[in-house]
């Protein structure tokens, strides 16, 4: 097997995340994400955090070099931008001491983008900003982008690359622009650049054909020494190589340390979601709920003897656990094992058994645990109180007439974010002003301690809370 060689992972959340449609992040929101990127990477880690100069990214990039200065982080925080020295003033200004310049060289971006210029002019251009960045202005580090790399034939690859080495880059960073290569391939790029220069190769992996994950662990393989991510796999059209599968395939399939703290990733992936508005898949690897959960009562019967039979992901390393549905496929076996410690006969197992089956079709759904102890119940007359029961609920709210509409909202969204609630916020016309639809509410005191801080807020006047009972497709 050929041995990985990982020097950092580049996380880009911040900055490829935030070119992912519909995704805008707030200052306040990029100092979190970008402080919980980093207590989850550790400080191998470089972090992406925007391309201050587009002005209005600008304070972002500055709020997260100040909140990380303030609390002392040694963590190499980098700055975004095209190949002008322009930018790279900006980036310096900014606070960031690491920078990423990027700049094509291919035939088409050369003509579209650049209006035909010159790949000679190209190279002039890309030749002048590092050495601008890095012996005049001084950054630590000087990253550079040869973007659409992967449209080029390998001799321009490694001549440009060989630019930006002589010109005194750190890196080199060849990224998959429209995500149309394959692993062998990529193995293939890369490992041929690779020889070709003396400094560290980056990669930086498009996700348009669903290969981003294995290009980036193919370029490892062939020698690049960095690699990116993004939480969720956010970015441009259908995003990067997603962090937490690929640290997940190199831990535990290469053996790499990845100085990853894993117990953070839940927690991170629950708030970006929450801040974009983006919900995880359930499908999504890992992090998605259906990851972990069994629904064949073959699997059912099988996990609950052997759960490696079924599984290759050690959930406790991530504080999750795995989990059963409850409904048409289900196994005698998963009820023996919710009523062990209970004297109940064979015969009124299957009953149970029987019943949720029944329900479940005749609902289309998974039951919930509250409804399968109600079943329970009914056959058995076992009660059982100490289940945490979740529930969609929908808030009406109405506000004053003066309301500073962008104030009240954020101070809603500020309040459900620090609960890392999934929610979605609608402006209504008729009685109400806005309905609040609340997902997987942890129970009535929840609930109601939500709907009373938002009574309290200064913009309302009144609000109205409904339980969803049942959601019908």
């Not at 950092?8 to 992912?20: A, F, K, Y």
Request: charge should be negative; include cysteine; aromatic fraction near 10%.
């Amino acid at each position: 097997m050929t041995v990985i060689r990982l020097d950092g992972i580049l996380d880009s959340t911040l900055r490829e995340g935030e070119q992912t449609p519909t995704v805008y992040f707030t200052p306040e929101e990029k100092c979190r994400i970008a402080e919980m990127i980093y207590l989850t990477l550790g400080s191998r880690s470089v972090l992406e955090i925007g391309a201050p100069y587009s002005p209005e990214y600008t304070e972002g990039v500055e709020a997260v070099v100040k909140y990380f200065d303030e609390r002392g982080y040694k963590a190499l925080l980098a700055s975004h931008c095209r190949t002008l020295r322009g930018d790279v003033d900006i980036a310096w200004k900014c606070g960031t001491r690491c920078i990423t310049v990027f700049m094509a060289a291919s035939d088409k971006h050369l003509l579209y983008k650049f209006d035909g210029l010159s790949y000679e002019a190209a190279l002039n251009r890309i030749r002048d900003v590092i050495r601008y960045a890095k012996d005049i202005v001084g950054f630590d580090r000087v990253e550079y982008t040869l973007e659409d790399a992967t449209s080029m034939p390998i001799e321009r690859i490694i001549e440009v690359a060989k630019t930006a080495e002589e010109a005194g880059a750190d890196v080199v960073k060849i990224p998959d622009t429209k995500g149309q290569t394959d692993p062998w391939s990529f193995y293939d790029i890369i490992s041929k650049l690779v020889e070709s220069i003396s400094i560290p190769v980056d990669v930086h992996c498009h996700n348009d054909r669903g290969l981003a994950v294995a290009n980036s662990i193919a370029a490892l393989k062939a020698g690049a020494r960095y690699v990116n991510v993004a939480v969720m796999g956010l970015g441009e059209r259908c995003g990067i190589a997603d962090m937490a599968t690929l640290v997940e395939n190199l831990e535990t399939l290469y053996g790499v340390d990845t100085g990853v703290n894993f117990k953070m990733i839940p927690k991170l992936y629950r708030y970006v979601s929450a801040v974009t508005g983006i919900p995880i898949h359930p499908q999504h690897p890992i992090i998605g709920r259906f990851a972990r959960i069994h629904k064949a009562g073959t699997h059912q019967k099988t996990v609950l003897r052997a759960p490696d039979a079924y599984e290759t992901i050690d959930w406790s390393k991530y504080g999750l656990e795995r989990e059963y549905e409850f409904g048409a496929m289900q196994s005698k076996e998963l009820v023996n094992y919710i009523l062990r410690g209970f004297d109940v006969s064979e015969d009124k197992k299957m009953e149970i058994v029987e019943e949720i089956r029944r329900r479940s079709m005749h609902l289309k759904r998974s039951l919930k645990m509250g409804e399968v102890w109600r079943i329970i119940e009914e056959k058995t007359g076992i009660s059982m109180k100490t289940y945490e029961e979740y529930f969609d609920a929908i808030i009406f709210i109405k506000t004053k007439p003066s309301i500073d509409e962008e104030s009240f909202l954020r101070m809603l969204r500020e309040y459900l974010l620090e609960l890392e609630m999934t929610w979605t916020t609608y402006e209504v016309t008729g009685l109400w002003d806005y309905i609040l639809h609340l997902k997987n509410v942890g129970g009535g005191q929840q609930l109601d301690e939500i709907t009373a801080r938002i009574r309290r807020m200064p913009a309302v006047v009144d609000t109205s809370t409904s339980i969803v009972f049942e959601e019908y497709r």
